[in-house]
């Protein structure tokens, strides 16, 4: 299992990465290996949409079960990754790489202060295993 | 005499939320409405419920003994009788999938092959395994589209010439959401093609009916170019009778397939239960409300098997997340239409349907043929078609049924300024003698 130490993470399984006042969302290898095979991606929001922490961001559909991914920090949204639609099996493959889902600009820099950092919540997982 | 619950089952109940009798239970509701006093009959034997009930039975004259030209969304065919017969076999007299459905695959293949039959005749790729009605349908399919703008667009373009009690359940869904409902003001007598001014950027869909509410058929490949343009969705409520000899609504690009089912194996029975048809494009299938039954093969032995599909995104799992919080089907009914459709194959449909419509236009053309009637209807035509009357529709129709016949639909129930205009239907059950006579009964009464 891979936890990046650059990244910022929720116990919800989303995870950031900062640069500059954007942020870029995706869900974490934790998530991809229990929700097993990513059949279908589906996003709530569009680009240039505003939106709060907590929001619905979409929702990622496994064999297993559908999930809805929720944004771990506020901010106007600036790109959407189309591609995930086509090809949701990136999820599984590449979770912090091809499979991003969001980049945002940040509302609330301080809303990223909040968030787990790798060892967190490496251990926050290890507590849910 | 049946307790639900006995005395004893009660006082632990109220012990357990801490009320003292059922009377200090139920304090919170007005006085004057808690116990009301119902006025109802004595009770009845078997036997004396059984005679009031045959009492009133026999003031029933069954569709079969008179002419009948009443149509407006639910049709009289003909049932074969195997229909009922495999209908009412044990195996699959419920209504319901099971809670376990794989373990029912007889009733799992029976919804896979109606599903089957409604993609041959919509050209659609995915269909569900049913829906309530055709009005139910038509409100998910708006829902469906409302849900694929990624709840963007507010706004959906029904057809004035949709059936009203469609209009009016889609009006319902969507009453509490900050959604709108338009075209209402538009002439419900004009073409479609004037619904493109009214399509913007903020239109989830434009639904039209196929045949429409008046029987008429129009082309609607420029509209459903015209919603595309502005990304929004075809919509087409169909009669599915007409499918049998009408382009399919994939021929316009029509992105979602909803209708009523009735005509196909079902009898009117005073107005359901009836069938809700709902097809989509495969892009969309994720947003199709309901469940989907779906094909597959064991892996050991290479067996076919069914499943049901895609429920992860189901009411059962997703709970208030599901794409429809309507998860049950109209399982029984669905199985009716997939009889009769098996049954009467894909010539013997488009047998039925022209049938309809040349005993339409026989109809239509010996009305017309009559002094002081009119054919309204201009337009190329199913099975139904509007006739103005030179007295008020209501009292044609009691005219009528004093001598034996069932009249058409009074139009003015619905459309302002109608109230002279009637709605003729006719199907393959209505022989020419029976137009015949109608004719000849119109003439005496006018």
């Known amino acids: ?129 | 005499m049946f307790h639900p619950h006995t005395d004893t089952d009660r006082e632990k109940m109220l012990a357990a939320i801490g009320a003292k009798s059922l009377e200090e239970l139920f304090e919170i509701v007005p006085e004057d409405i808690r116990f009301p006093d119902l006025d109802l009959p004595k009770t009845h034997s078997e036997m004396e419920a059984y005679n009031a009930l045959y009492g009133l039975h026999t003031k029933n004259v069954p569709g079969i003994r008179m002419p009948n030209f009443l149509g407006a969304g639910a049709y009289r065919h003909y049932v074969p009788a195997a229909v009922d017969a495999i209908l009412r076999r044990g195996e699959f007299f419920t209504a319901y999938t099971p809670y376990q459905p794989e373990i029912s695959q007889g009733t799992l293949q029976a919804i896979f092959e109606y599903q089957s039959h409604v993609i041959n005749l919509t050209g659609m790729d995915a269909s569900n395994a049913s829906h309530y009605d055709g009005a139910t349908a038509a409100a998910e399919a708006v829902n469906m589209a409302y849900g694929i703008s990624r709840k963007k667009k507010k706004k959906a373009i029904i057809s004035p010439a949709l059936h009203p009690h469609y209009r009016e359940t889609i009006d319902t869904y969507f009453k509490p959401a900050d959604f709108d409902i338009g075209g209402e003001d538009l002439d419900p007598w004009s073409n479609p093609d004037t619904l493109i001014d009214s399509i913007d950027e903020d239109t989830a869909c434009v639904v039209v009916q196929y045949p429409d509410f008046f029987g008429r058929v129009f082309d609607y490949t420029a509209l459903g170019k015209a919603a595309h343009e502005a990304g929004s969705l075809l919509v087409m409520v169909v009669n599915p009778m007409a499918l049998g000899m009408l382009k399919a609504p994939s021929e316009f690009d029509a992105d979602i397939v909803c209708g009523e089912g009735q005509p196909f194996g079902i009898g009117l029975s005073y107005g359901g239960p009836y069938l809700g048809m709902l097809a989509t494009k495969k892009k969309h299938v994720r947003s199709l409300a309901g469940r989907i039954v779906g094909e597959t093969e064991d892996l050991v032995e290479r067996k076919r098997g069914y499943v049901l599909t895609l429920s992860a995104r189901e009411q059962h799992i997703r709970r208030e997340r599901a794409s429809s919080n309507i998860c049950s089907n109209q399982g029984l009914m669905a199985l009716a239409a997939t009889i009769y459709l098996t049954m009467v194959g894909k010539e013997g449909l488009r047998e039925v349907a022209e049938l309809c419509y040349q005993n339409a236009h026989y109809a239509a053309s010996q009305i017309a043929g009559l002094d002081n009637f009119e054919l309204v209807t201009d337009q190329t035509f199913f099975n139904e078609f509007v006739v103005k009357c030179p007295k008020p529709a209501e009292e044609i129709n009691k005219a009528l049924l004093e001598k034996g016949i069932i009249g058409g639909y009074e139009i003015g129930k619905d459309f302002d300024g109608m109230e002279n205009h009637l709605m003729f239907a006719v199907t393959e059950l209505n022989p020419k003698e029976d137009i015949d006579a109608l004719v000849s009964a119109l003439k005496e009464v006018a």
């Open chain 1, 1 to 129: 299992m891979n936890f990046p130490t650059d990244l910022k993470y929720t116990t919800k399984d989303e995870w950031i990465r900062v640069e500059g006042n954007t942020a870029t969302i995706g869900i974490s290898d934790f998530a991809q290996d229990a929700l097993s095979d990513i059949v279908f991606v589906e996003y709530a929001v569009s680009e240039g949409d505003d939106v709060g922490k907590g929001d619905t961001l979409g929702t990622i559909e496994s064999v297993k079960a559908a999930s809805d991914v929720y944004f771990p920090v506020g901010g106007k949204i600036v790109a959407v990754n189309e591609d995930l639609l086509d090809a949701p099996e990136l999820v599984n493959t590449d979770p912090y790489g091809e499979a991003w889902m969001i980049k945002i600009e940040l509302g609330d820099p301080a809303e990223v202060e909040s968030m787990l950092d790798a060892a967190a919540y490496e251990a926050d997982t290890k507590g849910r295993e």
